[in-house]
């Protein structure tokens, strides 16, 4: 198998498991919980984490709610140009690469919930108490893990090809140097 099927391969196979995976739990949740309801499937956590079915029409947070359709549609567009952006990844980038298939997957996760439910199926209740208190759900956790491993990514090789030219300016002088 040719390096670039590899890359594409990787890219449907991380992308399909979060959209499996997301999907599959929010079927879990509208078909155990009603709408509102909250359970702590560890008791002992229960005060930071829960589970709790609700439906976002809007974007994180409930950030415009009445914008759902805007939303699938930037879903729909962000996907495309992630595809138009995947194949000009270096060939050692596979954090990037990996970000990229969370971010699509994510993405794809939450406009079929658009698409089926006419709203996004939240469930995963994180507490911090005295400061936070959100639900979400697998599909915005990868988003924003494949957002943080495109940054890591991009800031370790932006450092190493910084350091790449002083190293190589200072060998090249110390070779100067000697002769």
């Known amino acids: 198998m040719s390096s670039n099927a590899r890359r594409w391969l990787f890219l449907f196979i991380i992308a399909g498991l979060v959209v499996l995976v997301d999907q599959a739990a929010k079927s879990l949740i509208i078909a155990n919980l009603y709408l509102g309801e909250s359970v702590a499937p560890v008791p002992a956590l229960a005060t930071v984490f829960r589970l709790t079915y609700s439906r976002n029409t809007g974007a994180a947070f409930g950030f ?5 359709d805007l939303f699938l549609v930037m879903a729909v567009l962000i996907c495309a140009a992630l595809v138009i ?16 298939a969370l971010v699509a997957g994510g993405a794809i996760g939450n406009a079929l919930d658009r698409l089926m439910h006419g709203a996004v199926t939240d469930f995963v209740h994180l507490t911090i108490p005295g400061l936070v208190s959100n639900v979400s759900n697998f599909a915005d956790h990868a988003i924003v893990l494949g957002v943080i491993l495109i940054l890591i990514d991009n800031w370790f090789l932006q450092g190493r090809e910084t ?3 002083d190293d190589g300016a200072a060998a090249g002088g110390q070779e100067t140097d000697q002769h």
């Open 64 to 68: 415009l709610p009445q914008a759902g």
């Open 85 to 100: 952006f995947y194949p000009r990844i270096g060939g050692g980038a596979w954090l990037t690469r990996a970000g990229v």
């Open 163 to 165: 350091a790449a030219p």
